[in-house]
């Protein structure tokens, strides 16, 4: 539910749904060209959330990174599991199997 405040109407009160969810008032999204499915940047600035809307150029297409070779390769070694925590897996699944 959304709360106009008084004296401008460009700020309003939004609540924070589940997940974190909150909704853009329809009037800004019809101002922003905003549309369903459309990709927006949000950055966080001190204790503010900005919410930039896409350009037109880039409105159907997300900006990505590629990684390299070498931090994919960080990256599963991270994740790796333990040796250790991959025998107690083992043992537990296959304890599972056989009840």
Known sequence: MAQTLPKNNQEEW????GKGMVT???K???ELG???GDIIKAKK??????IE??????KTTAPYRIYSV????AFLREDK???ELVQKTRTKLSASFRS
Request: proline share 6%.
């Open 24 to 26: 853009i008032p329809k």
């Open 81 to 83: 599991l333990s040796e």
């Open 45 to 50: 600035e001190g204790n503010r959330v900005v």
């Open 14 to 17: 939004l609540k924070v749904l």
């Open 53 to 58: 809307a896409a350009q037109p150029q880039t």
């Open 70 to 73: 070498d931090e994919i390769d």
């Open 34 to 36: 905003i549309e369903n």
């Open 28 to 30: 800004w999204r019809e």
